[in-house]
Every structure is written in C-alpha cells, then in structure tokens.
C-alpha cells in the first residue's frame, strides 16, 4: 500500500518499505520531519539505482526538503524510478504534469502518466483519472465508476466512499442506496472520516435501509472525533430535532458551535442559519448553559 501525503490538492506517493535499511532508516527520518537526514541516507542508493530512493528524493526536490526546491531535479529523479517500473514515480510526473511543474502543464501528459501508474496498480492515480473524468466537460460518469470501482477493490477507503457516492447519486450508474451504504461502510470501518458522516447519514435517513439513530449517532460522533465538521452540523440537527435522543437544545447549541468553526463557509453559513433558528427556541438560561459547556 502507497503511504501518500498532500501537495495542496495533489498527492505525492511513497512506495513502502518494505524491511529495515537504509532506504527505510530515511523514510524514519522524513517522517519526523528531518528532511537532511533523509537526504543523506537516500542520495547514495538513488544514485545506485534503488528506484525507491529515487522517488524519494524526487519528492524531496518537489517540496524543497533538505534541498532547494528544484523541479527540473524532481522530475530527473521521478523519470529514473519510473523507467523501473515504479507506479508512484509515474504518478509523480502526473501530479507534476497537472501543476506544470518543472514542465508545461499539460491535461493530457497528466493523464497519460496517471494511466501507467494505475495500469501498474497504483490507486491514487486511479482516483486522480477518476477525479479527471468528472471534471470533464460533459462529465464522464462512466469512466469515473470504473477507476473508482478498480481503486475501491483494492480496498482503498477513499474509493470505497467515492464509490459509495457514485452509487448514492447514481453517477455512471443506475442508483442503488444499498449498494451506496455498503460501501460507506467498508471506508468507514478503516477509519476514513467523510465515510463515518455518510453512513451516519445513511442511518439517520433510512438510505439503503431502514432509519437506525442509534448507529447514525455512532457514525456520526465517530466522524465528528476526526474532525468533521460537517458530522458536527448533523449531530446538533438531531439533538435539535430529538431524533434517537430526547431533544436537547443546548446539546445542538455545543454541536452546532463546533460546526460553525470550520474553514467551509457553506456549512459555516448553514451552521450560523441554525443556530440562529435554535437561540430563538431557547430560554435565557439555557443559552447560559451551552456557553459555560463551551467555555470549558
């Protein structure tokens, strides 16, 4: 399995490790951060020919860690590692050919690049054709659903939950609730937060199922505890709402708060919105008391 970390809205993928070594011993150290270090256990078996190490360092002149920031030294590296066959250093040149960086930005280039690392099975350049596909102008569901599906079989939770919102919309597919539960389910079970929201959601509607608030709330603290704002918005819907608990306007007031401290200013607005319907169903006191639970 790729480890992946973002590059604003692109990844830029690591192939494993796959015993103790040198080339292991940096990736040890990029992880907490010391890219000098790294630099120094990987330069001598990337000039020695280990593609792992090539893609690395790669990596490391793309981002300018340990070294000045250089993309023309990036892709000399990134072509090295791909010319051994490695899927994550084509999708590299995908990512860098979609940003035009260290060459012309170029669609198409991007495309091909990502092509040959999901031919050589490399999942985030599945998702990144499939993401390609809906932004095509028409859209194309179809080959969307089958990067998505490819990349969901192999057990990615990211494409399971885009699956399951392929299936929830019926995007290059005929609609299927079921189907789209199930596979918010699988993501949501390997911890992927968006997933834990929609299957709560799944739940509270009675989406490809019967309405279950009990696990709805499940799903949706679950997501809320990673961060989600949006999970925040939904749980203080149902205190407000006193779906699978007695209503509760100050528990909503908490939740609703939460929500409102996201960076999305459409969910903040619609935080704001609600909260402003549920102050003026509260009493003086109760106000008072959702402000000392956000106090501490």
Do not use: C
């Not at 192999?154 to 399951?164: F, I, M, R, S, V």
């Not at 609730?177 to 699988?186: D, T």
């Not at 739940?203 to 499940?218: K, V």
Request: no cysteine.
């Amino acid at each position: 399995m790729p480890i992946a970390r973002l590059i604003s809205a692109f990844v830029v993928v690591f192939a494993t490790a796959a015993a103790a070594g040198p080339v292991e011993d940096g990736f040890a150290a990029y992880a907490r951060g010391d890219f000098a270090r790294a630099v120094e256990l990987w330069r001598p078996y990337a000039e020695n020919g280990d593609a792992r190490a090539q893609n690395f360092m790669g990596d490391l002149y793309f981002e300018g860690q340990g070294v000045k920031q250089d993309f023309r030294q990036a892709l000399f590296w990134f072509k090295l590692a791909a010319g051994k066959g490695s899927a994550a250093a084509r999708y590299n040149l995908g990512v860098a050919a979609e940003q035009g960086r260290g060459l012309p930005a170029s669609a198409a280039q991007a495309t091909a690049y990502y092509k040959q690392a999901a031919e050589a099975g490399g999942v985030p350049a599945m998702l990144a054709l499939a993401r390609l596909a809906r932004a095509s102008e028409p859209p194309d569901h179809e080959t969307a659903l089958r990067w998505t599906q490819k990349a969901a079989d192999k057990g990615d939770p990211q494409a399971e939950d885009e699956l399951g919102t392929l299936y929830r919309l019926g995007k290059g597919v005929e609609p299927d609730l079921a189907k789209a539960r199930e596979w918010y389910r699988k993501a949501g079970e390997q911890g992927y937060a968006p997933a834990e929201n929609n299957l709560g959601m799944m739940y509270r509607l009675g989406a490809g199922g019967p309405p279950d608030y009990e696990r709805a709330f499940g799903w949706l603290h679950r997501a809320a505890d990673h961060g989600v704002a949006t999970a925040k918005f939904n749980i203080g819907a149902m205190y407000a709402l006193g779906l699978g608990a007695s209503k509760d306007l100050v528990e909503a007031y908490v939740w609703y708060s939460g929500a409102m401290a996201t960076g999305d200013e459409r969910l903040r607005g619609e935080a704001q919105k609600s909260m402003t319907i549920l102050k003026s169903q509260m009493k003086p006191d109760e106000i008072a008391q959702a402000e000392r639970r956000l106090a501490h």
